[in-house]
Protein backbone atom coordinates (compact mmCIF):
# COMPACT_ATOMS: atom_id res chain seq x y z
CA UNK A 1 0.00 0.00 0.00
CA UNK A 2 2.91 2.44 0.57
CA UNK A 3 4.71 1.47 -2.56
CA UNK A 4 1.43 2.32 -4.08
CA UNK A 5 0.66 5.43 -2.75
CA UNK A 6 4.32 6.39 -3.47
CA UNK A 7 3.17 5.82 -7.57
CA UNK A 8 0.22 8.17 -6.83
CA UNK A 9 2.02 10.54 -5.17
CA UNK A 10 4.86 10.87 -8.07
CA UNK A 11 2.08 10.96 -10.83
CA UNK A 12 0.38 13.99 -9.13
CA UNK A 13 3.09 15.75 -8.39
CA UNK A 14 4.38 15.35 -11.95
CA UNK A 15 1.27 15.76 -14.05
CA UNK A 16 0.96 19.24 -11.62
CA UNK A 17 4.00 20.35 -12.35
CA UNK A 18 3.51 19.82 -16.48
CA UNK A 19 0.21 21.86 -16.16
CA UNK A 20 2.38 24.43 -14.06
CA UNK A 21 4.96 24.61 -16.72
CA UNK A 22 1.99 25.22 -19.17
CA UNK A 23 0.36 27.96 -17.46
CA UNK A 24 4.09 29.87 -16.56
CA UNK A 25 4.93 29.48 -20.61
CA UNK A 26 1.43 31.17 -21.00
CA UNK A 27 2.05 33.19 -18.33
CA UNK A 28 5.84 34.57 -19.68
CA UNK A 29 4.19 35.33 -23.28
CA UNK A 30 1.14 37.30 -22.11
CA UNK A 31 3.12 38.95 -19.53
CA UNK A 32 6.40 40.68 -20.81
CA UNK A 33 6.89 43.35 -18.79
CA UNK A 34 6.31 43.48 -14.39
CA UNK A 35 3.17 43.38 -13.44
CA UNK A 36 1.29 45.23 -10.21
CA UNK A 37 3.09 44.44 -7.43
CA UNK A 38 6.07 43.18 -9.63
CA UNK A 39 7.10 46.69 -10.53
CA UNK A 40 8.65 46.32 -7.32
CA UNK A 41 10.04 43.32 -6.15
CA UNK A 42 11.27 42.64 -9.72
CA UNK A 43 14.15 45.29 -10.19
CA UNK A 44 14.65 45.08 -6.55
CA UNK A 45 15.33 41.75 -7.33
CA UNK A 46 17.16 42.39 -10.38
CA UNK A 47 19.92 44.75 -8.46
CA UNK A 48 20.75 42.49 -5.95
CA UNK A 49 20.98 40.00 -8.41
CA UNK A 50 23.25 42.86 -10.11
CA UNK A 51 25.55 43.23 -6.78
CA UNK A 52 23.40 46.21 -5.50
CA UNK A 53 23.09 45.42 -1.75
CA UNK A 54 23.10 49.00 -0.11
CA UNK A 55 20.14 50.38 1.52
CA UNK A 56 20.29 53.24 -1.05
CA UNK A 57 19.58 50.71 -4.05
CA UNK A 58 16.26 49.64 -1.58
CA UNK A 59 13.00 51.23 -2.87
CA UNK A 60 10.86 52.69 -0.31
CA UNK A 61 7.69 51.42 -2.26
CA UNK A 62 8.57 47.66 -0.81
CA UNK A 63 7.20 47.13 2.42
CA UNK A 64 8.16 43.57 3.09
CA UNK A 65 11.60 42.46 4.04
CA UNK A 66 14.30 41.48 1.12
CA UNK A 67 13.91 37.25 2.19
CA UNK A 68 12.12 36.80 -1.35
CA UNK A 69 15.24 39.02 -3.55
CA UNK A 70 18.04 36.96 -1.60
CA UNK A 71 16.73 33.45 -1.95
CA UNK A 72 16.22 34.62 -5.57
CA UNK A 73 19.58 35.75 -6.05
CA UNK A 74 20.80 32.40 -4.43
CA UNK A 75 18.89 30.47 -7.00
CA UNK A 76 19.54 31.91 -10.00
CA UNK A 77 23.07 32.94 -9.68
CA UNK A 78 24.88 29.33 -9.35
CA UNK A 79 23.02 28.74 -13.00
CA UNK A 80 25.14 31.49 -14.34
CA UNK A 81 28.23 29.70 -13.34
CA UNK A 82 27.35 26.15 -13.65
CA UNK A 83 25.31 26.90 -17.32
CA UNK A 84 27.57 29.84 -18.62
CA UNK A 85 24.59 31.91 -18.73
CA UNK A 86 25.06 35.80 -18.96
CA UNK A 87 23.39 38.02 -16.35
CA UNK A 88 20.87 39.29 -18.67
CA UNK A 89 19.61 35.78 -18.83
CA UNK A 90 19.65 34.30 -14.64
CA UNK A 91 18.19 37.76 -13.66
CA UNK A 92 15.23 38.25 -16.12
CA UNK A 93 11.90 38.25 -15.56
CA UNK A 94 11.21 34.96 -16.53
CA UNK A 95 13.98 33.41 -14.00
CA UNK A 96 13.26 35.15 -11.03
CA UNK A 97 9.12 33.84 -11.59
CA UNK A 98 10.40 30.65 -12.13
CA UNK A 99 11.68 30.74 -8.75
CA UNK A 100 8.50 30.77 -7.31
CA UNK A 101 7.19 27.69 -9.53
CA UNK A 102 9.81 25.85 -7.80
CA UNK A 103 8.46 26.92 -4.00
CA UNK A 104 5.10 25.51 -5.60
CA UNK A 105 7.07 22.13 -6.19
CA UNK A 106 8.56 22.22 -2.62
CA UNK A 107 4.98 23.13 -1.25
CA UNK A 108 3.43 19.82 -2.92
CA UNK A 109 5.66 18.12 -1.20
CA UNK A 110 5.30 19.80 2.12
CA UNK A 111 1.80 19.51 1.94
CA UNK A 112 1.68 15.92 1.74
CA UNK A 113 4.35 15.56 4.64
CA UNK A 114 2.05 17.46 6.91
CA UNK A 115 -0.76 15.47 5.77
CA UNK A 116 0.72 12.04 6.77
CA UNK A 117 2.09 13.76 9.79
CA UNK A 118 -1.31 15.53 11.34
CA UNK A 119 -3.42 12.79 9.71
CA UNK A 120 -4.54 9.70 11.25
CA UNK A 121 -2.87 6.50 9.18
CA UNK A 122 -4.88 3.61 10.06
CA UNK A 123 -7.26 3.10 7.32
CA UNK A 124 -6.67 1.85 3.77
CA UNK A 125 -8.10 4.44 1.93
CA UNK A 126 -6.55 7.63 3.74
CA UNK A 127 -3.73 7.07 1.28
CA UNK A 128 -5.79 8.26 -1.20
CA UNK A 129 -7.38 10.85 0.59
CA UNK A 130 -4.32 12.64 1.30
CA UNK A 131 -3.17 12.37 -1.87
CA UNK A 132 -6.53 14.42 -3.21
CA UNK A 133 -5.84 16.73 -0.39
CA UNK A 134 -2.66 17.32 -0.78
CA UNK A 135 -3.30 17.74 -4.72
CA UNK A 136 -6.31 20.19 -3.82
CA UNK A 137 -4.66 22.81 -1.77
CA UNK A 138 -1.47 22.74 -4.13
CA UNK A 139 -4.05 23.79 -6.97
CA UNK A 140 -5.88 26.11 -3.85
CA UNK A 141 -6.97 29.00 -6.31
CA UNK A 142 -5.45 32.23 -4.40
CA UNK A 143 -2.35 30.76 -3.34
CA UNK A 144 -2.32 28.78 -7.41
CA UNK A 145 -2.20 31.87 -8.92
CA UNK A 146 0.53 33.60 -7.39
CA UNK A 147 2.65 30.93 -8.31
CA UNK A 148 3.37 32.55 -11.87
CA UNK A 149 4.09 36.19 -10.68
CA UNK A 150 7.30 37.47 -8.56
CA UNK A 151 4.80 37.71 -5.22
CA UNK A 152 6.10 36.51 -1.43
CA UNK A 153 3.14 34.15 -1.43
CA UNK A 154 4.70 31.20 -2.38
CA UNK A 155 8.08 31.74 -0.70
CA UNK A 156 6.34 32.70 2.42
CA UNK A 157 4.23 29.27 2.42
CA UNK A 158 7.49 27.64 1.85
CA UNK A 159 9.06 28.12 5.03
CA UNK A 160 5.40 28.37 7.48
CA UNK A 161 4.55 24.94 6.49
CA UNK A 162 8.53 23.90 6.65
CA UNK A 163 8.71 25.64 10.22
CA UNK A 164 5.27 23.57 10.90
CA UNK A 165 6.43 20.44 10.00
CA UNK A 166 9.46 20.40 12.06
CA UNK A 167 7.40 21.60 15.08
CA UNK A 168 5.52 18.57 14.71
CA UNK A 169 8.51 16.54 14.60
CA UNK A 170 9.51 18.22 17.89
CA UNK A 171 12.82 19.66 15.67
CA UNK A 172 12.09 23.23 17.48
CA UNK A 173 15.10 24.99 16.64
CA UNK A 174 14.87 24.31 12.97
CA UNK A 175 11.42 25.17 13.47
CA UNK A 176 12.37 28.41 14.67
CA UNK A 177 15.03 29.01 12.19
CA UNK A 178 13.20 28.34 9.33
CA UNK A 179 10.04 30.33 10.94
CA UNK A 180 12.41 33.18 10.67
CA UNK A 181 12.94 32.64 6.55
CA UNK A 182 9.42 32.95 6.30
CA UNK A 183 9.61 35.90 8.41
CA UNK A 184 12.10 37.73 6.13
CA UNK A 185 9.64 36.84 3.55
CA UNK A 186 6.54 38.96 5.34
CA UNK A 187 6.55 39.97 9.09
CA UNK A 188 3.49 38.83 9.69
CA UNK A 189 4.48 35.06 9.59
CA UNK A 190 6.13 35.61 13.06
CA UNK A 191 2.25 34.85 13.75
CA UNK A 192 2.48 31.45 12.77
CA UNK A 193 6.26 31.11 14.37
CA UNK A 194 3.96 31.81 17.56
CA UNK A 195 1.40 29.16 16.32
CA UNK A 196 3.94 26.67 16.19
CA UNK A 197 5.34 27.59 19.70
CA UNK A 198 1.56 27.63 20.58
CA UNK A 199 1.40 24.07 19.18
CA UNK A 200 4.01 22.32 22.14
CA UNK A 201 2.04 24.28 24.35
CA UNK A 202 -1.82 23.12 23.36
CA UNK A 203 0.04 19.46 23.50
CA UNK A 204 1.35 20.03 26.57
CA UNK A 205 -2.05 21.31 28.33
CA UNK A 206 -3.94 18.79 26.43
CA UNK A 207 -2.00 15.71 28.83
CA UNK A 208 -2.40 17.94 31.94
CA UNK A 209 -6.15 18.71 31.34
CA UNK A 210 -6.78 14.96 30.80
CA UNK A 211 -5.09 14.27 33.98
CA UNK A 212 -7.35 16.76 35.47
CA UNK A 213 -10.20 15.09 34.45
CA UNK A 214 -9.08 11.78 35.19
CA UNK A 215 -8.30 12.20 38.19
CA UNK A 216 -11.69 14.46 39.62
CA UNK A 217 -13.41 11.62 38.13
CA UNK A 218 -11.91 9.70 40.01
CA UNK A 219 -12.37 11.53 43.18
CA UNK A 220 -16.32 12.09 42.52
CA UNK A 221 -16.23 15.90 42.66
CA UNK A 222 -19.25 17.77 41.83
CA UNK A 223 -19.42 19.01 38.25
CA UNK A 224 -19.40 23.25 37.69
CA UNK A 225 -22.32 24.03 36.83
CA UNK A 226 -23.78 27.18 34.61
CA UNK A 227 -23.98 28.89 31.05
CA UNK A 228 -20.34 28.86 31.24
CA UNK A 229 -19.21 25.94 33.09
CA UNK A 230 -16.72 24.56 30.59
CA UNK A 231 -15.33 28.07 30.22
CA UNK A 232 -14.71 28.59 33.84
CA UNK A 233 -13.12 24.85 34.25
CA UNK A 234 -11.11 25.20 31.63
CA UNK A 235 -9.70 29.09 32.83
CA UNK A 236 -9.60 27.36 36.41
CA UNK A 237 -7.28 24.90 34.90
CA UNK A 238 -4.79 27.14 32.97
CA UNK A 239 -4.43 29.57 35.99
CA UNK A 240 -3.58 26.24 38.42
CA UNK A 241 -1.23 25.30 35.67
CA UNK A 242 0.30 28.51 35.30
CA UNK A 243 1.12 29.19 39.00
CA UNK A 244 3.70 26.13 38.67
CA UNK A 245 7.40 26.94 38.21
CA UNK A 246 7.38 23.58 36.86
CA UNK A 247 5.18 23.74 34.70
CA UNK A 248 6.56 26.99 33.47
CA UNK A 249 10.61 25.40 33.29
CA UNK A 250 9.01 22.85 30.91
CA UNK A 251 7.21 24.90 28.49
CA UNK A 252 10.16 27.55 28.45
CA UNK A 253 12.99 24.32 27.78
CA UNK A 254 10.86 23.33 24.67
CA UNK A 255 9.52 27.06 23.19
CA UNK A 256 12.88 28.97 24.00
CA UNK A 257 13.93 28.97 20.50
CA UNK A 258 10.79 30.76 19.13
CA UNK A 259 10.51 33.06 22.32
CA UNK A 260 13.96 33.82 21.05
CA UNK A 261 12.80 34.39 17.84
CA UNK A 262 10.06 36.53 19.15
CA UNK A 263 12.24 38.55 21.13
CA UNK A 264 14.33 39.84 17.81
CA UNK A 265 11.06 40.42 16.11
CA UNK A 266 10.31 42.63 18.89
CA UNK A 267 13.96 44.28 18.91
CA UNK A 268 13.32 44.66 15.11
CA UNK A 269 9.81 46.61 15.54
CA UNK A 270 11.88 48.64 17.88
CA UNK A 271 14.19 49.70 16.05
CA UNK A 272 12.20 49.56 12.61
CA UNK A 273 9.24 52.01 14.42
CA UNK A 274 6.93 49.67 13.49
CA UNK A 275 6.18 46.09 11.57
CA UNK A 276 5.72 47.59 8.13
CA UNK A 277 9.66 48.77 6.54
CA UNK A 278 8.83 51.36 3.24
CA UNK A 279 5.80 52.95 1.99
CA UNK A 280 3.92 52.85 6.01
CA UNK A 281 1.00 55.63 4.91
CA UNK A 282 -1.14 52.58 3.18
CA UNK A 283 -0.20 49.99 5.36
CA UNK A 284 -1.30 51.49 8.97
CA UNK A 285 -2.71 49.03 11.52
CA UNK A 286 -6.20 48.85 12.81
CA UNK A 287 -8.98 46.91 14.70
CA UNK A 288 -10.99 45.84 11.79
CA UNK A 289 -12.43 43.28 13.48
CA UNK A 290 -15.09 42.26 10.03
CA UNK A 291 -11.82 40.42 8.37
CA UNK A 292 -12.46 37.93 10.27
CA UNK A 293 -15.61 37.43 9.34
CA UNK A 294 -14.78 37.71 5.55
CA UNK A 295 -12.46 34.98 6.18
CA UNK A 296 -14.92 33.03 7.53
CA UNK A 297 -16.89 33.61 4.66
CA UNK A 298 -13.98 33.11 2.64
CA UNK A 299 -12.94 29.35 4.39
CA UNK A 300 -17.25 28.44 3.78
CA UNK A 301 -16.80 29.42 -0.23
CA UNK A 302 -13.75 27.29 -0.81
CA UNK A 303 -14.13 24.56 1.84
CA UNK A 304 -18.17 24.44 0.87
CA UNK A 305 -18.13 20.29 0.70
CA UNK A 306 -16.72 19.89 3.90
CA UNK A 307 -18.87 23.15 5.59
CA UNK A 308 -21.76 23.46 3.80
CA UNK A 309 -24.61 21.02 4.05
CA UNK A 310 -28.37 20.40 4.45
CA UNK A 311 -27.25 18.76 7.70
CA UNK A 312 -24.82 20.69 8.94
CA UNK A 313 -27.46 23.53 8.50
CA UNK A 314 -30.09 21.67 10.69
CA UNK A 315 -27.21 21.53 13.38
CA UNK A 316 -26.50 24.92 13.55
CA UNK A 317 -30.34 25.71 13.26
CA UNK A 318 -30.92 22.94 16.24
CA UNK A 319 -28.01 24.41 18.58
CA UNK A 320 -29.32 28.16 18.17
CA UNK A 321 -32.78 27.58 19.59
CA UNK A 322 -31.41 25.47 22.40
CA UNK A 323 -28.61 28.42 23.13
CA UNK A 324 -30.82 31.29 21.20
CA UNK A 325 -29.36 33.67 23.97
CA UNK A 326 -26.25 32.83 23.53
CA UNK A 327 -26.22 33.25 20.32
CA UNK A 328 -28.56 36.30 20.58
CA UNK A 329 -25.98 38.02 22.29
CA UNK A 330 -22.90 37.00 19.34
CA UNK A 331 -25.27 38.38 16.86
CA UNK A 332 -25.63 41.73 18.54
CA UNK A 333 -21.78 42.08 19.46
CA UNK A 334 -21.16 41.01 15.70
CA UNK A 335 -23.42 43.76 14.54
CA UNK A 336 -22.06 46.21 16.82
CA UNK A 337 -18.30 44.94 15.42
CA UNK A 338 -19.97 45.23 12.33
CA UNK A 339 -20.98 48.70 12.22
CA UNK A 340 -18.17 50.42 14.07
CA UNK A 341 -14.96 48.82 12.67
CA UNK A 342 -15.61 48.32 9.34
CA UNK A 343 -13.25 50.31 7.14
CA UNK A 344 -12.85 50.58 3.15
CA UNK A 345 -9.45 50.94 2.45
CA UNK A 346 -8.15 53.42 -0.30
CA UNK A 347 -6.62 50.77 -2.86
CA UNK A 348 -10.08 48.36 -2.31
CA UNK A 349 -12.10 51.96 -3.39
CA UNK A 350 -9.40 52.49 -6.55
CA UNK A 351 -7.77 49.45 -7.83
CA UNK A 352 -10.48 47.99 -9.84
CA UNK A 353 -8.09 44.91 -11.48
CA UNK A 354 -8.77 42.80 -8.02
CA UNK A 355 -11.43 40.77 -7.21
CA UNK A 356 -12.04 42.15 -4.48
CA UNK A 357 -12.78 45.49 -5.56
CA UNK A 358 -16.15 44.24 -7.53
CA UNK A 359 -17.08 42.25 -4.42
CA UNK A 360 -16.87 45.05 -1.95
CA UNK A 361 -18.60 47.60 -5.14
CA UNK A 362 -21.55 44.96 -6.03
CA UNK A 363 -22.29 43.89 -2.42
CA UNK A 364 -20.93 45.92 0.20
CA UNK A 365 -21.42 49.32 -1.02
CA UNK A 366 -24.62 48.79 -3.47
CA UNK A 367 -26.59 48.39 0.09
CA UNK A 368 -25.44 49.60 3.15
CA UNK A 369 -27.83 46.63 4.65
CA UNK A 370 -25.63 44.34 2.95
CA UNK A 371 -22.79 43.90 5.88
CA UNK A 372 -25.55 43.73 8.16
CA UNK A 373 -27.42 41.29 6.49
CA UNK A 374 -24.61 38.98 6.45
CA UNK A 375 -23.98 38.36 10.19
CA UNK A 376 -26.30 35.09 10.03
CA UNK A 377 -23.98 34.15 7.32
CA UNK A 378 -20.83 35.26 9.51
CA UNK A 379 -22.01 33.31 12.14
CA UNK A 380 -22.74 30.21 11.32
CA UNK A 381 -19.62 30.15 8.81
CA UNK A 382 -17.59 30.54 12.06
CA UNK A 383 -19.56 28.12 13.85
CA UNK A 384 -19.30 25.40 10.98
CA UNK A 385 -15.48 25.95 11.13
CA UNK A 386 -15.19 25.41 14.76
CA UNK A 387 -17.29 22.33 14.35
CA UNK A 388 -14.88 20.80 11.88
CA UNK A 389 -11.81 21.38 14.11
CA UNK A 390 -13.54 19.18 17.26
CA UNK A 391 -11.40 16.46 16.77
CA UNK A 392 -8.60 19.06 17.77
CA UNK A 393 -7.90 19.88 21.53
CA UNK A 394 -10.08 22.70 22.94
CA UNK A 395 -6.07 24.40 23.30
CA UNK A 396 -5.09 24.01 19.98
CA UNK A 397 -7.76 25.73 19.32
CA UNK A 398 -7.70 28.19 21.32
CA UNK A 399 -4.37 28.97 19.79
CA UNK A 400 -5.69 28.69 16.32
CA UNK A 401 -7.71 31.39 16.73
CA UNK A 402 -5.71 33.67 18.97
CA UNK A 403 -3.34 33.04 15.72
CA UNK A 404 -6.45 33.89 13.42
CA UNK A 405 -7.07 37.09 15.03
CA UNK A 406 -3.70 38.29 15.39
CA UNK A 407 -3.05 37.89 11.45
CA UNK A 408 -6.14 39.53 10.38
CA UNK A 409 -8.14 41.98 12.14
CA UNK A 410 -5.24 44.13 12.10
CA UNK A 411 -5.33 44.56 8.74
CA UNK A 412 -7.24 47.55 7.06
CA UNK A 413 -7.14 46.33 3.63
CA UNK A 414 -9.39 43.38 2.21
CA UNK A 415 -7.17 41.03 0.06
CA UNK A 416 -7.97 37.53 -0.31
CA UNK A 417 -3.88 37.11 -0.19
CA UNK A 418 -3.44 37.90 2.97
CA UNK A 419 -6.35 34.44 4.29
CA UNK A 420 -4.04 31.79 2.26
CA UNK A 421 -1.80 30.67 4.74
CA UNK A 422 -4.42 30.32 7.55
CA UNK A 423 -6.67 28.72 5.34
CA UNK A 424 -4.50 26.16 4.68
CA UNK A 425 -3.49 25.68 8.37
CA UNK A 426 -7.08 24.96 8.63
CA UNK A 427 -7.84 23.07 6.01
CA UNK A 428 -4.46 20.99 7.14
CA UNK A 429 -6.15 20.18 10.68
CA UNK A 430 -9.88 18.84 9.89
CA UNK A 431 -10.14 15.28 9.54
CA UNK A 432 -9.69 13.80 5.97
CA UNK A 433 -12.88 14.07 4.17
CA UNK A 434 -14.57 11.20 2.01
CA UNK A 435 -13.15 10.99 -1.52
CA UNK A 436 -16.47 12.44 -2.69
CA UNK A 437 -16.33 15.30 -1.03
CA UNK A 438 -12.57 15.68 -2.19
CA UNK A 439 -13.20 15.28 -5.92
CA UNK A 440 -15.86 17.53 -5.17
CA UNK A 441 -13.94 19.99 -3.98
CA UNK A 442 -10.74 19.57 -6.65
CA UNK A 443 -13.33 19.72 -9.82
CA UNK A 444 -14.56 22.86 -8.08
CA UNK A 445 -11.01 24.52 -7.91
CA UNK A 446 -9.86 23.12 -11.16
CA UNK A 447 -13.21 25.33 -12.58
CA UNK A 448 -12.31 28.64 -10.70
CA UNK A 449 -8.54 27.94 -12.03
CA UNK A 450 -9.50 27.54 -15.47
CA UNK A 451 -11.80 30.83 -15.31
CA UNK A 452 -9.18 33.03 -13.05
CA UNK A 453 -6.30 32.16 -15.91
CA UNK A 454 -8.52 32.37 -18.64
CA UNK A 455 -9.79 36.10 -17.55
CA UNK A 456 -6.14 37.22 -16.63
CA UNK A 457 -4.84 36.07 -19.81
CA UNK A 458 -7.82 37.04 -22.61
CA UNK A 459 -9.80 39.94 -20.63
CA UNK A 460 -7.81 42.55 -20.85
CA UNK A 461 -8.68 46.28 -20.29
CA UNK A 462 -7.33 49.56 -20.22
CA UNK A 463 -7.53 52.70 -18.15
CA UNK A 464 -8.55 55.74 -19.91
CA UNK A 465 -5.81 57.76 -18.95
CA UNK A 466 -3.03 55.09 -19.59
CA UNK A 467 -1.91 53.01 -22.61
CA UNK A 468 -0.99 49.61 -20.10
CA UNK A 469 -2.78 46.98 -20.54
CA UNK A 470 -4.69 45.41 -17.10
CA UNK A 471 -5.79 42.53 -16.22
CA UNK A 472 -7.98 40.86 -13.49
CA UNK A 473 -6.72 38.90 -10.56
CA UNK A 474 -7.32 37.99 -7.25
Given at each position: ????????????????????????????????????????????????????????????????????????????????????????????????????L?????????????F???????????????????????????????????????G???????????????????????????????????????????????????????????????????????P??????????????????????????L????????????????????I??????????????????????????????????????????S??????????????V?????????????????????????????????????????????????????????????????M???????????Q??????????P??????????????R????????????????????N???Q????????????
Amino acid sequence: MAQLEGYYFSAALSCTFLVSCLLFSAFSRALREPYMDEIFHLPQAQRYCEGHFSLSQWDPMITTLPGLYLLSVGVVKPASWIFGWSEHVVCSIGMLRFVNLLFSVGNFYLLYLLFRKVQPRHKAASSIQRILSTLTLAVFPTLYFFNFLYYTEAGSMFFTLFAYLMCLYGNHKTSALLGFCGFMFRQTNIIWAVFCAGNVIAQKLTEAWKTELQKKKEERLPPIKGPFSEFRKILQFLLAYSMSFKNLSVLFLLTWPYILLVFLFCVFVVVNGGIVIGDRSSHEACLHFPQLFYFFSFTLFFSFPHLLSPGKIRAFLSLVWKRRIQFFMITLVSLFLVWKFTYAHKYLLADNRHYTFYVWKRVFQRYEIMKYLLVPVYIFAGWSIADSLKSKSIFWNLMFFICLFTVTVPQKLLEFRYFILPYVIYRLNIPLPPISRLVCELGCYAVVNFLTFYVFLNKTFQWPDSQDIQRFMW
